[in-house]
Each structure stands twice: as C-alpha cells, then as structure tokens.
C-alpha cells in the first residue's frame, strides 16, 4: 500500500472515528461469540465458524433505534439571554441517522452560524507535520515498540484486507493502531459517507451561515504523543482479535449507536472504553485520556464561553463523548454558571 494510502486511511479514521469507534470498544455482553451458534441481525442462525470467516456485515441489520431521539442542549447566560445550542454526534452515519427529530432542524434554523469540532482546514506545512507525525524519525520502527506477538497479529490482519506493505514498519505504533482500526471499519457494511457534521456545514454554507471549528486538527499531534507504545500495543491486537467476529464487531458499533439515538450518553463514556486492557495500563489510559478528551473539553467549554458572550446565537455540533460523563462540555458549561437544559 502507499504511503499516500495510509496517511488517507489514517487521516479517515482519526477524523471520522476519534469520538466512538470500532476499536474503542464499549464492551457489552458479547459472551456469545464463542458459543456454537450466534444469531444475525435478521434472526437467522449461523455456526460459529461461519460467523468469524465472514468478511463483512451490514450495520443496518443491527441497529434497534430507527427513529433517533438523540439529546441536544440549550445553554443560556441569565444575565444576558444570550444562548447557544450543542447537538453531541456519531462519528458516523447509518440510514437511519437523518430521520433526526424536528427540534435539531428548529435549533439550526435559530442560529445565525455552525461550530463545529474541528477546524479542517490545514496549510502545506501543516498537512506535512501532520503526516510526520506517524513515523519514527529516529531510525526504529514499529517493531521497537511493539510487542513481536502483536506485530505478526496486525501484519496478517492487514495483509488479509491488503493493508499492509513493508514500508508501514516505519510508522508509528499509534498510527498502527488507527490503521487497523481503519481496515476494521471498512469491513462495516452501509456506513455512509456523508457525517451530521458535515451536513450542517453543507447547510450553513447553502444559508450564508457562519462557520467555526473549535479546535484545530493539528491537536491530533498531542493525542498521538499521549498514546503510550504499550497502550497503542494493546489497542492494535484487542482491535484485531475483536474484529475477527465482525457480527460481534459490527454489533457492538450498532449497539453504540442505539445508546446515541435514544440519549443514552453517558454510557458512551470513554471510561469504559478498552475496559479489557490490564490494570498496569490504568495510567497511560488515564494520561491519554487527559490528552485527548479532558483537556479538550475544558478547552471548548471556555472557546463555547466566549461564543455565548459574544451574543451570536451557534448551534454546536461535535462529538458525542464530548459530553459523557461527568466532565462533559455540558457540566462544565452549567459549573460556569450557565443554565443547560436539555431539548426535546
């Protein structure tokens, strides 16, 4: 494969995926994988071997919530009446992902701009450092940071879907695992290719709206650096052992989905995420999360601050784990004073 491949996939993967993926598992019971039988998403049954040589899966036949009630807040400053609207998103879309509510549209239709979660827009220079970013310069590859048994795991893994050719070696372990999470997700039938995101951009293009990303990408580059070799060893070879079964794999995706259509969001929690790694990884996944949710979300709240000061009415659209938990935007925005009501 290429090297403008993997960068492509790689890229694909960080900026449709970084919120909930397929490799972040949320790990519901899926015991019966490894029984004789497994049940498809259409109530037919299948041995089990069938079930793990099958290459790829449709999500639709798994998806329980075919008309989404997904949460959205309203947040107001009380002094001022000045307000704004957050709508918390899959990184991903399914056919039944626009039938959205009519209060989405009616907060759009409200604001007079879309914010989104990213800036995309990268210079030369930027777009160089950012494709830097996943490779060793150092003169080691992958295999100096990542375990033997792994290496051959993700090695046949990639080759089977025509991932992987030798000069990947050089890249990052972390770009490794987006990597195989990438091929994993290419493996998820009827995914579409057009986001809620992106569509709201497309609108507010079409209206004359205003645009804004609340972060530039580039802060992908501190999210790599904050994945640990070891983490990034167990996310590569907990991805390919979970994707081997893509009815349990493309399940799971669903199953996440379903918890975003019906408001579940706190159990989209990246807390629970990768919740089969050993306890001596609790601090490198503690650090990581740090890095690439915690300290974002302190860093929108303030940036979601200084938009409802500014008295421009926004309707927000970002990712849903953003606002999971206990310090989602959402909590950090009502401990500013602010009053967060939910809409519906």
């Known amino acids: 494969m290429s090297r403008v491949r993997f960068f492509a996939a790689v890229s694909a993967a960080i900026i449709a995926f970084s919120a909930v993926s397929c490799s972040h598992q949320i790990h519901v019971d899926d015991s019966g994988s490894n029984a004789s039988t497994t049940a498809t998403g259409e109530g037919e049954k299948e041995t089990a071997s069938a079930n793990t040589e099958k290459r790829t899966d449709d999500i639709n036949s798994y998806i329980k919530v075919k008309k989404s009630k997904p949460v959205m ?56 450092k950012f494709n830097s970013s996943f490779a060793y310069h150092d003169g080691t590859t992958v295999r100096d940071h990542i375990s033997e048994k792994t290496y051959k795991e993700a090695i046949e893994y990639l080759s089977e879907y025509s991932y992987y050719n030798e000069n990947m070696d050089g890249f990052t372990a972390n770009g490794w695992a987006s990597q195989v999470n990438g091929a994993s997700i290419q493996r998820v039938e009827n995914l579409l290719n057009e986001n809620i995101d992106t569509r709201y951009m497309s609108k507010a293009r079409a209206d004359g709206k205003e645009i804004l990303g609340l972060e530039n990408i580039m802060v992908q580059l501190d999210i790599n650096d904050a994945c640990s070799d070891a983490l990034s060893d167990f996310m590569i070879y907990d991805t390919v052992r979970r994707s081997q079964d893509i009815r349990a794999f493309t399940a799971n995706l669903a199953y996440q989905y379903d918890c975003w259509a019906r408001g579940d969001v706190d159990t989209l929690d990246e807390e629970y995420y990768w919740s089969e790694r050993s306890s001596d990884l609790d601090d490198d996944y503690a650090d990581y999360l740090e890095v690439s949710l915690y300290k974002r979300n302190r860093n929108m709240a303030d940036k979601l601050a200084e938009y409802i000061k500014s008295g421009k009415k926004y309707f927000v659209v970002i990712g849903v784990t953003h606002f999971s938990g206990t310090k989602g935007i959402d909590d950090l925005l009502a401990e500013k004073g602010y009053k967060v009501e939910t809409v519906s």
């Open 73 to 128: 807040w309203k947040v107001t400053d009380t002094d001022t009446g000045n307000e704004l609207y957050m709508f918390g998103i899959m990184r991903f879309a399914t056919k039944y992902t626009f039938e959205l509510p009519d209060y989405v549209d009616e907060a759009y239709q409200k604001c007079s701009g879309v914010v989104t979660e990213y800036d995309y827009i990268m210079t030369p220079e930027q777009m160089e």
